[in-house]
């Protein structure tokens, strides 16, 4: 008898069953688009579009900020990859052999995972896919948190989470098919060990939550079950790439699947074709509409301006939209609550004002660590009364979203992490102590004299706001400043917020919220010239273009349209281009549609720091020149990523002249071993290369052979050693290298038999050999030389002068 003939013929266990399918049912038919509040859940088969899920995982750093990643990904070309359908998540692609167990999937905050999950697990209660399944079981980490101290067996831990399983006993897990769906392991305050000895594989025996899990993933407990995880990437690598069979990323909306959410969302034509034109007149709208979250924001907030008739341009920049969207939340809760006439944001009531503030304190407390999910201790932490919360339902249920829990506790988070950054911003403007100070500067005990001075000026601003002090612009330096030393731009956003509040337009929206302040068009326009002349020494090329979107969100348009010009210019003007010009221009060159033929930073006319500031706009050309640039490991960091796109453009690579550490050739060599990179022509004439350096780099090519065509590693001390590693690139079977430059590369006759023998190994390619300025004499090159007489080989030039 078969194992599901069994299963079925159990009555007992098909009512178990056939129940718990009636319960998740129920569970994931209804959703909350960023709202819990009574009778505003949507059935989620009427307002789910298909998100585009790929393959594979992006290479892109991803401790990035994921604004950053959602501008990667709006570059990235579908046709390179095979799309797939969550229902799908678990079936082999053809020519897939392997069976898939483990799949992981990846995406940012907000751009669909647990819909994804919700859409998969109702499709199977409701009969209509993976009905090889016979049981689903969905966990998330948020719940799995409130019990991690505490011991379970892994058949316990169903019937706590799932009480419709109390009568499921261990040997009919032996027998069903199984699919565990752990969702949001970014979340996750249990600590993963996979290097943990400690092997469990009966359901029943008890064991620590991370024990279970490791050995759920690891195969030892239930090894024929299915496993579905999903994380923001950030957090992705706590499963190591090993006990994982498929990897996938939830890229969001397309295009075509923005439009299609709008109109799915809005039955009045009309109203969804204006909001699809707005957003696409504001290419930081348009990036964020990638997340489903940003769409429903943005209709949230167009849909009520056009509603009530609302005078005014709509809102272009994310500042101006988040403004918007805390006032139509706050409006909502007075018009539930009240019951009177509509106020203007200016009669914002102390009530509100008070919640919102310390909402704006949590996000800021919370910002620096990453950490978006909350308990009740940590609202309390901040004087919030989570008693009242259900109250505000336009601010805490919308802005902040409850879920209520397994045992009755409530976990709390932002709609999204950019509402978090965005209630921070409006905190950090609104405090006035000096705890927001001491934040970004840290303590004041331990400042330098000079800082001190700093700080008094910034306090004297937050203490007296009635009074005119220049501190504001002092301040927006320092913040600036902070964010751009973050290695991942977890600030960036926040920033950008935080300038774009220092407008007159968004404090009259906001009306008391922010206090008073001196937004005076000298001081806006002291705000601007810092950034514009702020210093990018030392500084990440991506960080810095993080200064132009702050110049963006404060409607400073010039260097904007500069940059416009100097693109749309057949003869590129002779003026000199300045640093903030230079950030602006590579974000436009990288974001283009237009793949830049060459991008040759010699040609611009600029200043040292403004060249580096280019580098980014190498992941959107097809061959970069990088000569005597001075390129830190931060940017050789830059030019991997732009070897590791999918798909990466670049072709050549000529980073001639520039003193490389061996960390920056490690981080190069990365990009290189990458299977997306394509490059077929590569210099790193005199860059100072190392045996170490070299071992990497030949290692990397090793890996990835079969494109590379031209390679010129001339004026580096080689030496014998150097050259004894590139034989064993040569000697690959997939190298297809036609010409090498080893001039002034300190070699000897040991070096010349070297590459003869390793030619003679495999000698199909290699047709142009340069070993001139090494002091070679004729014999040392005869092996050599011999070649180029054989017809057996396709060695036709070798200069050794």
Not at 81 to 103: H, M, N, S
Not at 186 to 207: G, Q
Not at 485 to 514: A, E, I, T, W, Y
Not at 600 to 611: K, P, V
């Amino acid at each position: 008898m078969s194992q599901d003939l069994q299963i079925h013929t159990d009555r007992g266990l098909q009512e178990v069953l056939d129940e718990h399918r009636i319960s998740l049912r129920e569970r994931c038919e209804h959703v909350t688009e960023g709202s819990d509040e009574a009778g505003s859940r949507t059935l989620l088969n009427r307002i789910y579009t298909e998100l585009y899920i790929t393959e594979g995982q992006s290479e892109e750093v991803n401790s990035q900020h994921e604004v950053r990643q959602l501008e990667t990904a709006s570059k990235m070309e579908s046709l390179h990859e095979t799309p797939i359908k969550c229902q799908d998540i678990f079936k082999a692609l053809p020519g897939q052999q392997t069976p898939i167990r483990v799949v992981l999937t990846y995406g940012v905050a907000g751009v669909g995972k647990t819909f994804s999950v919700q859409k998969f697990t109702l499709d199977w209660t409701e009969g209509s896919e993976n009905q090889d399944v016979s049981l689903l079981v969905l966990l998330s980490f948020r719940e799995l948190n409130l019990i991690r101290d505490e011991r379970y067996s892994l058949l316990e831990l169903l019937r706590v989470f799932h009480p419709t399983l109390q009568k499921v006993r261990a040997e009919t897990l032996a027998v069903c098919k199984l699919l565990f769906i752990f969702d949001g392991l970014d979340e996750s305050r249990l600590w993963l060990d996979f290097n943990l000895s400690e092997a469990v594989s009966d359901v029943s025996e008890k064991s620590s939550l991370n024990v279970l899990l490791t050995n759920l993933i690891k195969g030892n407990l239930l090894p024929s079950a299915l496993i579905w995880i999903t994380s923001r990437p950030a957090a992705a690598n706590q499963i190591p790439p090993s006990y994982v069979d498929r990897v996938t990323e939830v890229r969001g909306f397309t295009d075509v699947q923005k439009e299609e959410y709008f109109r799915r969302r809005f039955s009045d034509e009309d109203v969804s074709s204006r909001i699809i034109s707005h957003i696409k007149t504001s290419r930081s709208l348009h990036i964020m509409c990638l997340i489903p979250v940003f769409c429903w924001i943005t209709a949230t907030v167009l849909e009520h301006m056009m509603s009530t008739e609302q005078r005014g341009e709509l809102p272009k920049t994310l500042t101006d939209m988040y403004s918007h969207f805390l006032l139509v939340q706050t409006k909502r809760k007075k018009k539930k609550y009240d019951e009177g006439p509509q106020m203007s944001p200016e009669e914002l009531t102390r009530s509100d004002r008070e919640v919102l503030l310390k909402l704006g304190r949590l996000a800021f407390e919370h910002l620096e660590n990453g950490n978006i999910m909350f308990y009740q201790e940590d609202l309390e932490r901040c004087g919030l009364d989570v008693s009242e919360a259900s109250v505000y339902s336009g601010v805490c249920t919308e802005i902040f979203k409850r879920e209520s829990v397994i045992l009755q506790k409530t976990v709390y988070c932002f709609v999204h992490l950019s509402v978090q950054e965005f209630l921070a911003a409006v905190h950090c403007f609104t405090n006035r102590n000096t705890d927001v100070i001491e934040a970004f500067f840290g303590d004041v005990k331990h400042m330098e004299s000079s800082s001190k001075s700093l700080l008094k000026r910034i306090t004297t601003f937050f203490q007296t706001p009635d009074s005119f002090d220049p501190s504001l612009d002092v301040f927006l330096k320092y913040a600036m400043e902070k964010s751009l030393k973050s290695p991942n731009g977890h600030l960036d956003l926040f920033v950008r917020f935080l300038h774009g509040l220092s407008l007159q337009s968004n404090q009259r929206l906001l009306g008391d919220l922010l206090g008073q302040t001196d937004n005076s068009p000298e001081m806006i326009q002291r705000v601007i010239k810092n950034l514009k002349q702020m210093n990018s020494d030392g500084i990440s090329p991506d960080r810095s273009i993080n200064i132009f979107h702050c110049l963006m969100e404060m409607n400073d348009l010039s260097v904007h349209q500069d940059i416009q010009d100097f693109l749309k210019s057949k003869k590129r003007p002779k003026k000199k281009l300045s640093g903030i010009q230079c950030s602006a221009l590579a974000y436009m060159l990288q974001m283009s549609e237009e793949v830049l033929c060459v991008l040759d930073l010699s040609r611009y006319n600029t200043s040292a720091q403004g060249r580096l500031r280019l580098i980014p706009a190498v992941r959107n050309c097809k061959a970069a020149s990088f000569f005597c640039c001075g390129l830190s490991e931060t940017h050789c960091e830059v030019v991997a990523s732009a070897l590791k796109s999918n798909p990466s453009h670049l072709k050549s690579l000529y980073l001639t002249n520039n003193k490389l550490s061996d960390s920056a050739v490690n981080l190069l060599s990365a990009g290189l071993k990458s299977p997306n990179c394509r490059l077929d022509t590569l210099s790193l004439s005199d860059c100072s290369l190392s045996e170490i350096s070299c071992s990497s780099l030949i290692s990397a090519l090793k890996a990835n052979p079969s494109h590379l065509r031209y390679l010129n590693l001339g004026y580096n001390k080689l030496q014998d050693s150097g050259v004894e590693l590139l034989c064993g690139f040569l000697k690959s079977p997939d190298c297809r290298l036609e010409t090498l430059r080893l001039s002034h590369c300190s070699l000897s006759k040991i070096s010349c038999s070297s590459l003869a023998s390793a030619l003679k190994s495999n000698p199909s390619h290699l047709r142009t050999l340069w070993l001139d300025e090494n002091k070679l004499k004729e014999p040392d090159v005869k092996p050599l030389s011999d070649l180029l007489e054989d017809p057996n080989y396709r060695l036709k030039t070798l200069r050794w002068s």
